[in-house]
């Protein structure tokens, strides 16, 4: 296998304010991320995914364990290890004075790259963005779709070796995710190594190869999607609804079928390797509910099973 | 996983070396053109404020009040007309104007508003020379008005004494400069230690700009002022810049201690507000 481009051991960051114990953002973790890999930190609000990017991202110090990007150690080698990252950042902090063109040509420059690079540089990435009939439109003056697309053709304007995305999607209507994910996809064609933090697990199951399901500043599990969901969930899952009063009450008539049963304020979950099978169990046992749906497991059923919690609160 | 050949590590760690040397070494620079680009789109106030407002002062003050104050003015026993003496003090009120623009709500949006600050943290450039870029920007625009003055104050010339001493009289604009920024870099520093706009900067405009513009000496020498008065030019930089542009135009024998120390006090000042102000860039965008 080769060397890792990204290590951490034992990564802790804490926040003090005082008066108050130590807040563990980030509580020990440990990964490793392969060149070319598509690597996702997966878990809720708070879970400690962006205080983790923010340290491989080098802006941000550690306060104990070891971290090594590219090799290098980020405490020490800031400035290179960013000219060699590319970062998509939660919140767009693009340039609002700036039209889109100068955005991407002025980050260039902080780079070291010449004038003339930062702009043919810039009209490739308005193209690879989709983005060349608002080149000079000023960035107010686009949609959070396309400001997104901006942010990740400005991530790329040093031919990054790992590509940070934090949360790229949150906020964005299903088309423009459906269009991001496509841009993300042919940069992991091309070997750019990957790292993205998201509590969407279908974003997950598309993008990342590996992934690690963190909460409270610690991993829960790590796997390819598949593999984390053959071994924490069943293969199908059979949702019911008995209406939000009757939920809690008829569930413990329904322990018993299928592997597991899972009560959630607006509706049952049954883990069982054929759905269907556990639908006629249930209304077999003269239960009638008001809707069901049968599904493959998904990330978030690994989420609740891991963490007894649903990954959008 | 892609089946792209991956570079070694040693090759990625060399790569990422080499990368590194030039944004280490010229970054600072490349956030003071990012903050004169932006500075275009406001560009129309720049240019008309740095030739306007010289245009009005001294037309307004040599046409109308000068021609009230027709008694010379006697500045450390020299005695000279009254648009001598003010021209210098409106000078350097240029830069410090532009420091009470730039230094404020362009600092706050990197911070807070727009967060661009944070984007150029995620780049090789560090938070240090992010600071000095919005420096030297804000210096650059200084430079501009401040320049511009010079200018209008030079055309004057041609028909009211307003520069009597030429040969030393342009070193008025780096003065100039000089304390915009001893008024500006503290003032960078507070505007990136605060974290929600309650007109805190509207605050800085009345209660410390405008007292500074009316009792530092700048349209009547500062000892004119009771003595529990004066202060408030003794600690402003705007007196010190004044008193500096006026040495600069007109001035004749002062000590080179006198010199000394008013340009030691802008020095100072500069130099406290950097390092507080370096220390909140450092500290704000590792959050």
Redesign the interface.
């Known amino acids: 296998m080769?060397?890792p481009?990204i290590s951490a051991h034992n990564l802790v960051k804490a926040y003090r304010s005082k008066g108050k114990p130590d807040f563990l953002a980030v509580d020990g973790l440990s990964f490793e991320v392969?060149?070319?890999?598509?690597f996702g930190l997966l878990g809720p609000n708070g879970a400690g995914k962006s205080t983790t990017m923010k340290m491989i991202?080098a802006?941000?110090?550690r306060t104990s364990g070891d971290l090594e990007i590219?090799?290098?150690d980020p405490d020490r080698?800031?400035?290179?290890?960013?000219?060699?990252?590319g970062?998509v950042?939660q919140?767009d902090?693009?340039?609002?004075?700036?039209n889109a063109r100068?955005n991407l040509y002025?980050?260039g420059?902080?780079?070291?790259l010449p004038g003339k690079v930062c702009h043919q540089k810039a009209d490739e990435l308005l193209a690879f963005a989709q983005l060349e009939d608002k080149a000079k439109n000023k960035v107010d003056q686009l949609s959070g779709g396309m400001k997104r697309r901006l942010t990740i053709a400005?991530g790329l304007i040093?031919d990054p070796?790992i590509l940070l995305l934090d949360e790229p999607t949150t906020g964005l209507d299903p088309q423009a995710r459906h269009v991001l994910w496509d841009r993300l996809f042919r940069l992991?064609?091309?070997?750019t190594t990957l790292v993205l933090t998201t509590h969407y697990m279908d974003e997950a199951e598309q993008l990342c190869?590996r992934l690690i399901v963190v909460d409270k500043g610690r991993i829960m599990a790590e796997g390819t999607p598949s593999s984390l969901i053959r071994e924490h969930s069943s293969r199908e899952v059979l949702e019911v609804r008995f209406g939000s009063d009757r939920n809690e009450q008829v569930a413990a008539q329904l322990q018993g079928i299928g592997d597991r049963v899972e009560v959630l304020p607006d509706r049952v979950l049954i883990y069982a390797g054929d759905g269907e099978a556990a639908l006629e169990r249930v209304t077999s046992a003269g239960l009638h509910p008001i809707t069901s749906l049968v599904r493959r497991s998904s990330l978030e059923d690994v989420f609740l099973r891991l963490t007894g919690r649903s990954l959008i609160e | 996983m892609s089946t792209t050949t991956h570079p070694t590590l040693a090759e990625l760690r060399a790569e990422a070396m080499e990368w590194g040397r030039r944004p280490r070494r010229f970054g600072s620079w490349y956030v003071t053109e990012h903050m004169v680009r932006a500075m275009r789109a406001y560009g129309w106030t720049i240019i008309v404020g740095a030739l306007g407002q010289p245009i009005m002062y001294l037309l307004g003050l040599a046409v109308g009040l000068a021609a009230l104050i027709q008694v010379p003015v006697i500045d450390r026993g020299q005695e000279v007309d009254y648009l001598v003496f003010v021209a210098p003090a409106l000078l350097v009120t240029a830069a410090i104007a532009v420091a009470s623009e730039e230094m404020t709500y362009p600092v706050m949006a990197g911070f807070k508003w727009r967060r661009y600050f944070y984007g150029f943290n995620a780049s090789p450039l560090a938070s240090p020379q992010i600071a000095h870029g919005v420096i030297a920007g804000a210096a650059a625009r200084m430079f501009v008005a401040v320049g511009a003055y010079y200018l209008f104050l030079w055309i004057f010339d041609l028909f009211v004494e307003t520069v009597p001493s030429p040969g030393t009289g342009w070193l008025a604009i780096p003065v100039g400069v000089a304390a915009g920024l001893a008024f500006g870099v503290p003032l960078m520093a507070y505007a990136g230690s605060i974290e929600d706009d309650k007109g805190q900067f509207a605050l800085v405009q009345r209660f410390i700009f405008m007292p500074m513009f009316l009792f530092s000496g700048t349209f009547y020498p500062l000892d004119t002022l009771p003595v529990w008065l004066q202060w408030i030019g003794w600690i402003s930089p705007l007196w010190h810049g004044a008193e500096l542009g006026r040495i600069a135009t007109y001035g004749e024998a002062v000590s080179a201690g006198e010199v000394l120390f008013h340009v030691g006090y802008l020095v100072v000042l500069t130099v406290l507000g950097y390092l507080w102000g370096r220390r909140i860039f450092i500290e704000r965008l590792a959050k």
Do not use: M, W
Request: proline share 8%; no cysteine.
């Open positions: 080769p060397q481009v392969a060149p070319g890999e598509s991202g802006v941000s110090t590219l090799g290098l080698y800031g400035p290179e290890i960013r000219s060699r990252l970062v950042p919140q902090n693009l340039d609002g004075e700036l100068e002025i980050y420059r902080y780079f070291g400005r040093n070796r992991k064609e091309r070997g190869d």
